[in-house]
């Protein structure tokens, strides 16, 4: 990989959003204590472990996304890089609003599951953009840039404070 200015400014930004993921992920835990703080922390770990199943089957977002890259296919790159991880943006954000609205512990432990198991994909996106001549920085993480951007727009224009003033 050829390294510039925006490629280090880029691979900082993946860094610090991989670390905010994990960072909040320890911060729900934390804000539970007794069993519940135990079911958490596997929940989160149960995330890590599906991730682990995904790559040893080869169905990661980095092994789909490079797949469609070798087949020049711009339907499947569409469809792996940009639309599933939108579709799956909404659907987790949804699923935070409901697990923040109703307060129950089963959907806060999904919640880190899948955030467990998307935090895990993206560092497995970056290694391989970095390790590998496959891909350049930017174009892997379209599947990642696509989530973000589906559960920041959700979140945004979704998500109701009934508690705050407005």
Not at 73 to 96: K, N, Q, Y
Request: with cysteine.
């Amino acid at each position: 990989m050829k390294w510039d200015v925006f490629t280090i400014v880029e691979q900082l930004l993946i860094v610090l959003t991989i670390a905010g993921q994990v960072w909040i992920a320890g911060k729900v835990i934390l804000n539970s204590q007794g069993p519940e703080q135990y079911v958490r922390i596997m929940s989160y770990a149960t995330g890590i472990l599906m991730f682990l199943i995904s790559k040893a089957l080869g169905l990661t977002f980095a092994h789909l996304l490079l797949s469609s890259f070798h087949q020049r296919e711009l339907a499947m790159l569409v469809l792996i890089g940009a639309v599933v991880p939108f579709l799956v943006g909404a659907l987790v954000s949804e699923v935070t609003i409901l697990a923040i609205g109703m307060g129950m512990p089963v959907l806060t432990r999904t919640v880190l599951m899948v955030g467990a198991f998307t935090a895990a994909q993206a560092a497995y996106t970056n290694f391989i953009a970095v390790t590998t001549a496959l891909t350049t920085l930017d174009k892997a993480f379209i599947p990642n840039l696509c989530y973000a951007v589906s559960v920041g727009l959700w979140l945004t224009f979704r998500y109701r404070d009934r508690t705050a003033a407005a």
